[in-house]
């Protein structure tokens, strides 16, 4: 069921250090036509690195692990891909739809390519008011269950991070902190909430990650920590956030939907500023996630 790119095959089969992208990003993350740049200059990130790039997305109900450049714009042009997360994988085979794939699915579909390590921007986690609409992403179980090293720059700093962290304790998620021993906030370096461990460089990192095998731990994932070189401004974060949250509850949005609002609003009130982190946190997770994977095979 999953097609390889010719240069993933060639890696797959010449035993090189491999990198999964997920494609979410390229389709409903990013503007358009700024996507597909950013989605080749990661892809060229990885390369540079000395790693091979597999980004992961579903064409007319295939999976594919490495898109060709007819794929990628694709996936940035084409506005009928849907998003899909691992639940989401037979109907959108079966219907042979085209799909951008969730932390989840591109967890899900790396780990049956083979493929250990994963570079992406933020985390999903516990929505806020999950208590009441129980909104919890589907990344925490994914992340639980599947054994895969994710470089990310937290959770979202929209989400609840401090209920985002205890459920991740619960379903014994190890977060490790890349140079820092603070959670960052995806668009601040530091959400305000201490890691217990820390990790300064790819060797060691590679170390911890083989580490898991040696002490029995072989079905589920690690997340690397690694906070943006430079963050929003925060008193200018807080005050679009605190904006956002209340303009949400002004017009009634609910559940689900606060965090995609969230974040909308933050692109438009931002100028621009919010999606320059989010390219730049994309880039320098794919080479640190390159070179980890190097250093793995070391």
């Not at 980004?55 to 714009?73: F, P, R």
């Not at 694709?74 to 932390?103: F, Y």
């Not at 570079?119 to 516990?126: C, D």
């Not at 692109?267 to 997770?285: D, F, M, Q, T, Y």
Request: with cysteine; hydrophobic share 45%; net charge negative.
């Amino acid at each position: 069921m999953i097609r390889y790119s010719d240069e993933v095959a060639a890696a797959r089969s010449a035993g090189l250090p491999l990198v999964a992208l997920e494609s979410t990003i390229i389709s409903h993350g990013l503007p358009r036509p700024t996507n597909l740049q950013v989605a080749k200059e990661v892809e060229a990130i990885v390369r540079d690195a000395g790693a091979v790039p597999a980004t992961i997305a579903v064409i007319d109900g295939e999976i594919n692990v490495g898109l060709d450049l007819k794929s990628l714009e694709r996936l940035a042009e084409d506005t009928s891909v849907v998003k899909a997360s691992i639940r989401d994988l037979p109907m959108v085979h079966v219907k042979k739809l085209s799909a951008a794939t969730t932390v989840a699915a591109t967890s899900h579909i790396a780990h049956q390519a083979g493929i250990s390590f994963f570079a992406t921007g933020g985390l999903g986690g516990v929505h806020r008011g999950a208590q009441e609409s129980w909104d919890e992403s589907a990344d925490l179980m994914a992340l639980a269950t599947i054994p895969i090293l994710v470089v990310c720059a937290g959770a979202k700093s929209i989400l609840d991070v401090p209920a985002t962290l205890e459920r991740m304790e619960t379903l014994s998620i190890p977060i490790i902190g890349y140079r820092t021993q603070r959670f960052p906030g995806f668009y601040l370096a530091d959400s305000g909430f201490t890691l217990d461990y820390r990790a300064d460089s790819p060797v060691e990192v590679a170390s911890l990650w083989h580490a898991r095998h040696a002490v029995g731990i072989s079905k589920s994932g690690m997340v690397i920590a690694h906070p943006v070189a430079k963050e929003m401004d925060k008193s200018r974060h807080d005050q679009i956030l605190a904006k956002g949250l209340q303009e949400a509850e002004n017009r009634g949005v609910r559940g689900k939907e606060v965090t995609p609002f969230l974040l909308d609003f933050f692109h438009s009130e931002s100028g621009g500023e919010s999606l320059r982190v989010n390219i730049e946190i994309i880039k320098a997770n794919a080479r640190l996630a390159a070179e980890i994977a190097i250093a793995a095979k070391k």
